[in-house]
């Protein structure tokens, strides 16, 4: 993803860090949201606008780029959707929430696709760092060849830190017995690899998980259709709407053409006429720093909520 332009904002909200001793491990299959952020996390690189600014001097922890975890207490086994930037404190916060807690890698990363919020948290795995042993790396096919014949990436296939395994569009993978996950592609900038959403399916409920796509009319699948299939919806929040980045006092244009994404308003607008029990299930996600439903005090995040929608954050769990 690129540099984002940043309008003014007088405010932001700073989350206390959660300490591993306030983490109760879970018991049940379920999801935790591990990061809420668009690929270059908050504060963004070459900001100066108060959305950013103060961020440089006092860090906000909790704001990590988009990623979710799956649990599954039965069998011991965790896995982690996208590997971020952030992905080392990420993969602890896994661990913390596990019962089992013998180890520090989950038993499998699934990717979306080739941005660089999105992979090159696997970095992490080379010698360099922890030099892990052959942890299983899901992704499609143009995705996996990317990661074989490109370094850093191909060092980590060569030296077995990870051990790719190819997905197929629309075809099931059983995770463990408690969990599934359903692969399928969605329309984005597609440079180097496909860009899939997924269908994550656990005992009783199923979750929707797309952090990226162009607009939802390029999509094949309605996506009220989506939505009326699972129990939670996590969807592309990056923007609030166009004012957000085109800000006559930025000195850097933006055009929104280049950077497509299905605004805010345009989803509440999309499904403005859903009952009340389908616009619960929607958690938007993957904020650009810009987005003000950043700040919990904000009208565009009081309007999200007032119209019965939700906002993903950080550490949240939801049973499957």
Known sequence: MVLYG????????????????LFTPLTETSIVVLGTFQDAGSPQI?????????LFIQPDKTRRVVSL???????????IIEATPDFSQQAKSLKWL?????????????????????????????KEAMNADSIPVYAMPRMKTFLEQNGPWSQLVKNKNIAVQQMTD??????????KIIPFTVPHRDEFSET???????????????PD??????WETPIIEAIAKVDYAFIDGTFFDAAEINNPQDPVGRDMSTIPHPFIMESMNKFKDL??????KIYFIHFNHTNPVINKKSKPYQQVIEKGFNTAEINQILKL
């Open 213 to 218: 796509i162009d607009k939802w009319e390029k």
């Open 170 to 179: 629309q075809k099931s993978i059983q995770l463990t017995t408690k969990l």
């Open 275 to 280: 009952p009340t029990t389908e616009k619960n």
């Open 196 to 210: 899939v959403g997924y269908i994550i399916m656990g005992p009783t409920k199923k979750a929707l998980f797309i």
């Open 98 to 126: 596990s019962v089992f807690d013998n180890k520090e890698t989950p038993d499998g990363i699934l990717l979306t696709h080739a941005h660089i919020g999105h992979y090159t948290g696997l970095m992490y795995l080379g």
């Open 6 to 21: 940043c309008q003014a904002s007088n405010n932001h909200q700073t989350s206390a860090v959660l300490q591993p001793d």
């Open 69 to 79: 975890g799956l649990i599954d207490a039965v069998n011991h086994k965790n896995f």
């Open 46 to 54: 070459g900001c100066k606008k108060d959305c950013c600014k103060d």
